[in-house]
């Protein structure tokens, strides 16, 4: 079973940076694509940054320039590198993993950027 455990987040004041980091654990034969997700309360989840197999990576456009994303293939794990945080940025945070036909889901880590 291909479990993900996110840690990293917190409180912080606007304009301040946070990492959070994810690892995969299980029965893993190789790992190709993984992204970050946020959940905002009372909102839907959205989709925050992805990296490929191959380190190829992708922002939404509100995170562009302030958010990079970064993977260790052989710790099997991701990162998410926050900087400039804002207010509007306080979201639950989760890593995901499409993997043998599932999507596999975080429980997530709080972020609160206080202003």
């Known amino acids: 079973q291909v479990q993900l455990v996110e840690s990293g987040g917190g409180l912080v004041q606007a304009g301040g940076s946070l990492r959070l980091s994810c690892i995969a654990s299980?029965?893993?034969?190789?790992?190709?694509?993984m992204y970050w997700y946020r959940q905002a309360p009372g909102m839907q989840r959205e989709w925050v940054a992805r990296?490929?197999?191959?380190?190829?990576?992708g922002y939404a456009d509100s995170v562009n320039a302030r958010f990079t994303i970064s993977r260790d293939g052989a710790k099997n794990m991701v990162y998410l590198q926050m900087n400039s945080l804002k207010p509007e940025d306080t979201a639950v945070y989760y890593c995901?993993?499409?993997?043998?036909?599932?999507?596999?889901w975080g429980q997530g880590t709080q972020v609160t950027v206080s202003s």
């Open positions: 299980g029965s893993i034969s190789s790992i190709n694509a």
């Open positions: 995901n993993m499409p993997y043998g036909g599932n999507e596999i």
């Open positions: 990296i490929s197999g191959s380190g190829y990576t």
